[in-house]
């Protein structure tokens, strides 16, 4: 089992930015490659960002591609995500995903989620 914890998430204004984190406990976190996926009330969950299980690869969403970045801390069982330029449709829940692949759909482990609320 592992569990994931997001923090970070808040109210900003359009144009500012944020960094999201995501404390996993549990097994081993180097074993998994990590995601970042959205949600919108009434809409389908989303990919955001992705992560390998050394960093060495990262994987975005063509609609943030160039405003977000992600990152992984393996000694403090962290991962990250650093997101500028935010817009008002960037509102959502984000949530935090450890996987044993990179399909980035629906299976895995998940956190709860933080809010992101961003003004217009």
């Known amino acids: 089992q592992l569990q994931l914890v997001e923090s970070g998430g808040g109210l900003v204004q359009a144009g500012e930015s944020l960094r999201l984190s995501c404390a996993a406990s549990?097994?081993?976190?180097?074993?998994?490659?990590m995601g970042w996926f959205r949600q919108v009330p009434g809409k389908e969950r989303e990919f955001v960002a992705g992560?390998?299980?050394?960093?060495?690869?990262?994987y975005y969403a063509d609609f943030v591609k160039g405003r977000v970045t992600t990152s992984r801390d393996n000694a403090k069982n962290t991962v990250y995500l650093q997101m500028n330029s935010l817009k008002p449709e960037d509102t959502a829940v984000y949530y935090c995903?450890?996987?044993?692949?990179?399909?980035?759909?629906?299976?895995?482990?998940w956190g709860k989620g933080t809010l992101v609320t961003v003004s217009s």
């Open positions: 995903n450890a996987r044993t692949d990179y399909l980035w759909n629906g299976s895995g482990y």
């Open positions: 549990g097994r081993a976190f180097s074993s998994y490659a």
């Open positions: 992560i390998s299980y050394s960093a060495g690869n990262t």
